[in-house]
């Protein structure tokens, strides 16, 4: 069996991606309540109990909310890197120590035939790191919640044959709307969040011959719209040459509807 995944919630209200081999199967973030969490995994007919960890990216609310009640209802390890274990201290309860695991920045962890890299993202979180997972000769990429995506981001990333990339705000739904000016600040800022014409022109960067499909991921609740989202990143890439629906396709991600199980 190749390398399946399922966005199973992504928005400013909660996050979590279950990705999955013939033998290994890892959460990355989970950032609903446990009940929320099962009624997640019912919908792509998984268990959660069968999971080999999940993969903390940091300590906001909305990717850590559900770690504490998974890890310790179902004995999951969990794996994060040292400054994010303590930033999360005191929210997530108490965790045992046989369920801790450090996963390092820019390391690499093999299970099995499983790849799993971590690599550093621009946000305003203690040590903010997103993955890569490589099986089979794919390359499935994750990366949201950074304010820009630089350079060495996309020699990292480059040439993925799935991605779920950051498309959060529209930009003038953002400075019109109803935020306060210090929050609309900081979404824009270097540590903030990747609009949808910035995260386009970074896609435009590293989509490979190998990329097929990009899921538009962590939209703002206030600040972006589906539609909106998909038609800007589109017309953006258009503008670089490259035309959605030829090489590769374009996908939704929802914050309570699991995208359905895809193979990479």
């Not at 962890?109 to 790191?129: N, Y």
């Not at 703002?220 to 396709?249: C, H, I, P, W």
Request: charge should be negative; include cysteine; charged fraction near 25%.
């Amino acid at each position: 069996m190749s390398m399946q995944f399922s966005v199973l919630a992504s928005g400013s209200s909660g996050n979590a991606i279950f990705i999955e081999t013939e033998n290994h199967s890892f959460l990355v973030d989970a950032g609903h309540s446990c009940k929320q969490m099962d009624k997640l995994f019912q919908q792509i007919d998984r268990d959660p109990a069968k999971l080999d960890g999940i993969l903390v990216t940091h300590e906001h609310s909305d990717h850590i909310k559900g770690i504490g009640v998974m890890a310790r209802k179902y004995k999951l390890p969990i794996y994060a890197n040292e400054r994010t274990w303590q930033a999360m201290d005191g929210l997530v309860g108490e965790i045992a120590v046989e369920q801790k695991f450090v996963f390092g920045m820019e390391t690499v962890k093999t299970f099995g035939g499983l790849d799993i890299e971590s690599f550093g993202v621009s946000h305003d979180a203690a040590e903010p790191m997103f993955y890569i997972f490589r099986s089979g000769g794919k390359k499935l990429v994750i990366v949201t919640d950074t304010g820009y995506v630089s350079d060495r981001m996309k020699g990292i990333i480059s040439n993925a044959d799935m991605y779920v990339f950051e498309s959060n705000h529209d930009i003038q739904m953002l400075q019109m709307g109803r935020y306060p000016w210090s929050v609309k600040r900081r979404i824009l800022s270097d540590v903030g969040h990747v609009s949808n014409e910035d995260a386009a022109l970074a896609m435009s960067d590293v989509i490979g011959d190998q990329t097929k499909r990009i899921y538009l991921a962590h939209l703002s609740r206030d600040n972006n719209m589906k539609d909106l989202a998909r038609m800007s990143v589109q017309q953006t890439l258009a503008a670089k040459g490259m035309a959605v629906g030829e090489q590769f396709e374009l996908y939704d991600t929802d914050p309570l509807i699991p995208t359905a199980l895809t193979a990479v």
